[in-house]
């Protein structure tokens, strides 16, 4: 009944069954996320891999280093796999100091900022 536009897994086992419940939903783009190092699929997991790269439309993956040692990678082809590093760049000056961003955010002075990002288009 639930037709998403867009599927994304993010693990191996989530990239095997993640897939194929998107064909059978019908989903027209699959997206997953390889980012571990070990190829430790069944013989069956590996069957639907096969059976299902046609109707992934991109591998995320952290680094091309990650195709040398992951074979379930390496029966893709270049089109399909993008490379997007497990990072945020960070921005060489800031616009605000801490004292005005914890006013603004109305945070008191000894709060511990974790992270800030900003989105660029």
Request: aromatic share 6%; charged share 20%; with cysteine.
């Amino acid at each position: 009944q639930w037709k998403p536009d867009l599927l994304h897994s993010w693990d191996s086992t989530a990239n095997v069954y993640g897939p194929l419940a998107g064909r059978i939903a019908g989903v027209k783009t699959i997206f997953c996320s390889v980012s571990d190092t070990t190829d430790q699929k069944s013989k069956g997991k590996i069957f639907v891999d096969r059976l299902l790269k046609k109707h992934i439309t991109k591998i995320i993956i952290p680094s091309r280093r990650l195709c040398n040692v992951n074979h379930t990678l390496m029966h893709f082809t270049n089109e399909k796999l993008v490379v997007i590093p497990p990072a945020i760049a960070m921005s060489p000056n800031t616009t605000i100091d801490r004292k005005d961003l914890l006013q603004k955010l109305q945070l008191p002075e000894n709060s511990r900022l974790i992270a800030i990002t900003e989105f660029i288009s």
